[in-house]
């Protein structure tokens, strides 16, 4: 419960206070090197991205919330299929939120990851 509260508060703080840039933010650059696995990392990376979404409407931050997102979509390998399809999901969802056209077409395809979704998802399903 703490690391969370610490993890909310430095979030906003870099982001809508310091206005750092969302390498700087994303936890990712500072604990990849340390080792942490994807189970502890991809949780961090979903919860600073939980702690700035209700701020998308503050310049910077959707960018930044969408740093976080790709992050944890390299952390999220297709080995943890129901993790991967939730971001995806997360990403077509704040794409839709800010608007398409505030989204490089090459960071995001929404056909693909909707797709890349399904098949996670399907897999993840025939396997039960």
């Given at each position: 419960?703490?690391?969370?509260?610490?993890?909310?508060k430095?979030?906003?703080?870099?982001?809508?206070?310091?206005?750092?840039?969302a390498?700087q933010?994303?936890?990712?650059?500072?604990?990849?090197?340390?080792?942490?696995?994807?189970?502890?990392?991809g949780?961090?990376?979903?919860?600073?991205f939980?702690?700035l979404?209700?701020h998308?409407w503050?310049?910077?931050?959707?960018?930044?919330a969408?740093?976080?997102l790709?992050?944890?979509?390299?952390?999220?390998?297709?080995d943890?299929?129901?993790?991967?399809?939730?971001?995806l999901?997360?990403?077509?969802?704040?794409m839709y939120?800010?608007?398409?056209?505030?989204i490089?077409?090459?960071?995001w395809v929404?056909?693909q990851m909707g797709?890349?979704?399904e098949?996670?998802l399907?897999?993840?399903?025939?396997?039960?």
């Amino acid at each position: 419960m703490q690391l969370g509260i610490i993890v909310d508060k430095l979030s906003y703080l870099a982001t809508c206070d310091l206005l750092l840039d969302a390498e700087q933010v994303s936890l990712k650059s500072h604990l990849d090197s340390v080792g942490l696995g994807p189970l502890v990392l991809g949780p961090l990376l979903e919860r600073q991205f939980n702690s700035l979404e209700p701020h998308l409407w503050k310049e910077g931050v959707a960018n930044i919330a969408k740093v976080l997102l790709l992050h944890a979509l390299q952390v999220y390998h297709a080995d943890m299929p129901l993790r991967r399809a939730r971001i995806l999901m997360r990403c077509l969802e704040l794409m839709y939120r800010i608007g398409e056209a505030n989204i490089s077409p090459t960071d995001w395809v929404p056909e693909q990851m909707g797709n890349e979704a399904e098949r996670l998802l399907q897999r993840n399903v025939r396997s039960v």
